[in-house]
């Protein structure tokens, strides 16, 4: 990624940087900068703080999505950088709580949760007379 060539005035990267302030886990030299970006626009910006933007607060938080490898895009790059996943697949992982990893090999222990599911209802449907 050519880095330098980077819009400052991307009006996505921009909501991506608020988020990231409003987060509340930038350090007061990269807030200081960074809101003076959001404020008053890239051209309030040294050279110098364009390079700590881009080193100390976007590069940090660049995050791929670890099941399908794409770069996500800025509105989803917080949450895949909690999570490891694009929204995609956050939704279809975790969503029905598949293992990220293939589970051919893995022990019954791994699927505890879904066990207790299926128990759970098990009982309901045991106490439920049947109407038919
Ligand atoms: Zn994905």
């Known amino acids: 990624m050519g880095s330098l060539a980077r819009d ?8 991506f940087l608020k988020e990231l302030l409003e987060g509340g886990s ?3 030299k ?11 626009g890239p051209h309030s910006l040294s050279a110098e703080d364009r390079v700590v933007i881009e080193a100390e607060v976007i590069e940090p938080y660049l995050a791929d999505c670890e099941s399908c490898g ?3 895009a800025w509105q989803q790059m917080l949450h895949v950088y909690d999570t490891g996943l694009c929204a995609a697949c956050f939704d279809r ?4 709580q598949v293992p990220t990893v293939r589970p051919d090999w893995m022990p019954l222990v ?3 949760t879904e066990d207790d599911e299926l128990s759970a ?7 439920t007379p049947h109407s038919s």
Not at 8 to 15: A, I, K, Q, R, T
Not at 30 to 40: G, M, N, P, V, Y
Request: glycine share 6%; with cysteine.
């Open 121 to 127: 209802s098990d009982d309901v449907a045991v106490l």
């Open 110 to 112: 791994a699927i505890d």
């Open 26 to 28: 930038l350090d007061r």
């Open 70 to 72: 794409i770069t996500p």
């Open 8 to 15: 400052h005035s991307d009006p996505e990267l921009l909501g």
């Open 93 to 96: 992982l975790e969503g029905k």
């Open 30 to 40: 990269c807030e200081k900068i960074t809101r003076a970006l959001l404020e008053q």
